[in-house]
């Protein structure tokens, strides 16, 4: 999918129980996502994870993204800001 994909990671922070990890990503996508054909479009996105700790081991996870930058990045939905004039309001 996007087989040059690299995350950077700029912020961390840890407890007894946890670790965040707050990161950037980019990379090209070419192969199919989500259902969506190879697009030769760059993608850049922010995310977080919280990895879980248990007796040294990592138990758990959980991540975030914003998958409509990606989808924005693609040119498959159009700019939040512009969204407005896609949608047809009825009141």
Same mark, same amino acid.
């Given at each position: 999918?996007?087989?040059?994909?690299?995350?950077?990671?700029?912020?961390?922070?840890?407890?007894?129980?946890?670790?965040?990890?707050?990161?950037?990503? +980019?990379?090209?996508? /070419?192969?199919? $996502?989500?259902? =969506?054909?190879?697009?030769?479009?760059?993608? *850049?996105?922010?995310?977080?994870?919280?990895?879980?700790?248990?007796?040294? +081991?990592?138990?758990? /996870?959980?991540? $975030?993204?914003? =998958?409509?930058?990606?989808?924005?990045?693609? *040119?498959?939905?159009?700019?939040?800001?512009?969204?407005?004039?896609?949608?047809?309001?009825?009141?």
């Amino acid at each position: 999918m996007f087989p040059d994909l690299k995350y950077e990671i700029f912020e961390t922070a840890a407890l007894v129980d946890r670790v965040w990890i707050r990161y950037k990503a +980019k990379g090209t996508q /070419r192969g199919f $996502a989500w259902g =969506f054909p190879p697009t030769g479009k760059t993608i *850049e996105f922010s995310g977080a994870t919280i990895l879980y700790i248990q007796d040294g +081991k990592v138990m758990d /996870r959980w991540g $975030a993204f914003s =998958f409509y930058d990606i989808l924005t990045d693609l *040119e498959l939905v159009p700019p939040l800001w512009e969204l407005k004039d896609h949608i047809q309001w009825q009141p």
